[in-house]
């Protein structure tokens, strides 16, 4: 355990009092990934999610100074709303914690975070990963490098579409990082069920999963690993509709000049618009199917904490 400046909520602390499963989330999709109100609806919903399938939630932000492990409703409330929020990923943590500014938290930083809070499970809704043109750009989310270095197991529907795919399986295989896919052999590709890009490793259920996240600890090596739940077929956009959509957000973002923290939010907003909304529908169901995967693997890693105890008497 750090000595990071950690704030639990009533809930996540009787959760830790009590030694139950709990289940990080992020707060950057609600600042960045989606708009007013149907982001608040979606934090609310995921949450609830998480808690339906057997495990305690913990939205990660950071305010005042402090990381907060656990927003109440009234915070997550404020953070929605609120305009002026950093997008905090590993390199922007220390600096707003020291400012004292609000922020809301990337892949990367909530893995610092829930890490830090002992929270081994974290469901999101796409990571970042290796943007197309980052031959050029160099752009390569924060994620990726996470990924590599954090003990946590991270649920999302895949890379997101927007980015290059195969080029982010070779910096997650160089890294370390197990790439698994859920009940099928391709990697998914966020709002889509299948990159046509064939995963590393496929697993079937919870239990394996948490089995080798487990095993991963054991071995004592540093890194995470990646869980591609793919998107439920009913509300998936497939990938041959999505793909003009996609290259006329990219068209725009290098017209616009758009560079750094805002070409995700960027590409995410215009792909809304030029889908009517569809995106963001399938954005809020993959993000409620992973946090209902990262609550059963929080529960399964739980149950065999709790079976190696009894076996060691
Ligand atoms: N998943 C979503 N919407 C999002 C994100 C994930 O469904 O907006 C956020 C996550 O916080 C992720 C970030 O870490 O997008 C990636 O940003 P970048 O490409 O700048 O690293
Ligand atoms: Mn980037």
């Not at 469901?123 to 290796?130: F, Q, R, S």
């Not at 399938?282 to 009894?310: D, P, S």
Request: one cysteine or more.
């Amino acid at each position: 355990m750090t000595a990071a400046p950690l704030s639990f909520s009533p809930e996540v602390a009787a959760a830790r009092a009590a030694g139950r499963p709990v289940v990080a989330l992020e707060s950057t999709i609600i600042t960045h990934g989606m708009p007013y109100p149907r982001n608040l609806q979606t934090a609310r919903a995921v949450e609830a999610q998480v808690r339906r399938a057997g495990a305690v939630p913990a939205t990660i932000a950071v305010r005042g100074g402090r990381i907060r492990i656990g927003l109440d409703d009234g915070a997550l409330e404020a953070l929605a709303q609120e305009r002026e929020v950093w997008k905090l990923s590993r390199a922007d943590l220390a600096v707003a914690l020291a400012l004292g500014r609000t922020g809301a938290t990337t892949v990367a930083a909530t893995m610092i975070a829930a890490h830090a809070a002992g929270i081994e499970v974290f469901a999101t809704g796409g990571i970042g990963g290796v943007h197309r043109g980052a031959e050029d750009s160099l752009d390569i989310s924060a994620d990726l490098t996470e990924l590599a270095e954090t003990p946590v197991c991270v649920v999302a529907a895949g890379p997101k579409a927007i980015l290059d795919i195969p080029r982010t399986l070779e910096v997650l295989e160089t890294r370390g990082v197990p790439v698994i896919a859920v009940g099928q052999d391709n990697l998914p590709a966020f709002w889509s069920r299948d990159s046509r890009c064939p995963a590393p490793a496929r697993l079937d259920d919870a239990a394996s999963i948490a089995a080798a996240f487990a095993m991963r600890r054991r071995l004592g090596l540093p890194g995470g690993q990646l869980v591609a739940n793919p998107i439920p077929a009913d509300a998936e956009i497939p990938a041959e509709e999505l793909a003009p959509h996609i290259a006329a957000a990219l068209d725009a973002a290098r017209a616009d000049g758009i560079a750094a923290k805002q070409v995700t939010p960027f590409l995410l907003q215009r792909i809304l618009e030029l889908t009517g909304g569809r995106s963001l529908e399938a954005n809020i169901a993959l993000v409620l199917n992973n946090a209902r995967l990262a609550a059963e693997i929080a529960c399964a890693l739980h149950a065999g904490r709790v079976a190696a105890a009894a076996d060691a008497h």
